[in-house]
């Protein structure tokens, strides 16, 4: 079974249109994240949410908004794309360590490819 | 910003060794030392992380300098499979979680 899962893997839209990517972790971890990597291949964190608690928001613009139902599922939502925001988008989760210490590694899914016209 | 350098690529024979470098000089006391690589298209995937101490595990061994500014990752024996962007990472910890910051890593080519 695949341990961090994302949806869809393509998605090709015009500028201005809504667009939501889905993130599903079946690792029991109680964070996770959503990485952008754009054309020069730099990996840059947006988001994290912890129990459904936004953590980290990586002056990322109010277009882009993540939505966590669940501990086990971090949506990402972004409104009137521009073209600027094609790249691959990366859902990660991790679990958080006791008294500070650090815990596990991240697991990433595949990405998904965003390609605004 | 990225508190790590790399070298940008490195090639190694099918095989060998490869010992990928990095320089951390401004880690501080307790900030992790991780690595990543990423195989083309897909997600970055842990390979192993230290604090201060040697490490190895079934994929590679990573040692750190004693002064902590330096550290490297060493396949012990590459394979073709071994090919990928190879990201060294300094963590900082929250209550809540550490969050990764990547910089441009090692562009690794395993080559027969």
């Known amino acids: 079974d695949t341990a961090v899962s994302q949806t869809p893997k393509y998605l090709v839209t015009q500028m201005g249109n809504d667009k939501s990517i889905k993130c599903e972790q079946n690792?029991?971890?109680?964070?996770m994240y959503w990485y952008k990597q754009d054309s020069k291949k730099f990996l840059k964190i947006m988001f994290s949410?912890?129990?459904?608690?936004?953590?980290i928001n990586e002056t990322v613009p109010n277009r882009f908004s993540p939505k966590s139902p669940d501990k086990a599922h971090l949506n990402l939502h972004i409104n009137s794309l521009e073209l600027g925001d094609s790249a691959v988008y990366f859902c990660a989760s991790s679990q958080v360590g006791e008294s500070n210490q650090v815990g596990s590694p991240l697991h990433f899914g595949n990405g998904t490819r965003l390609t605004v016209t | 910003d990225a508190k790590t350098t790399q070298p940008p690529s490195m090639d190694c024979a099918e095989g060998r060794a490869a010992n990928l470098p990095c320089n951390h000089s401004?880690?501080?006391?307790?900030?992790?030392v991780y690595w990543y690589r990423q195989i083309h298209s897909q997600g970055p995937q842990y390979i192993i992380h230290g604090l201060k101490n040697n490490e190895t595990n079934e994929m590679a061994s990573l040692i750190i300098t004693e002064d902590r500014k330096s550290s490297t990752l060493i396949l012990p024996h590459a394979t073709l499979r071994d090919t990928a962007v190879y990201y060294c990472i300094v963590m900082m910890i929250y209550n809540q979680g550490g969050k990764l910051i990547f910089g441009q890593g090692t562009e690794l080519s395993v080559k027969p």
């Open positions: 949410y912890n129990n459904k608690e936004l953590i």
């Open positions: 401004t880690i501080s006391g307790n900030e992790y």
């Open positions: 690792l029991g971890h109680d964070t």
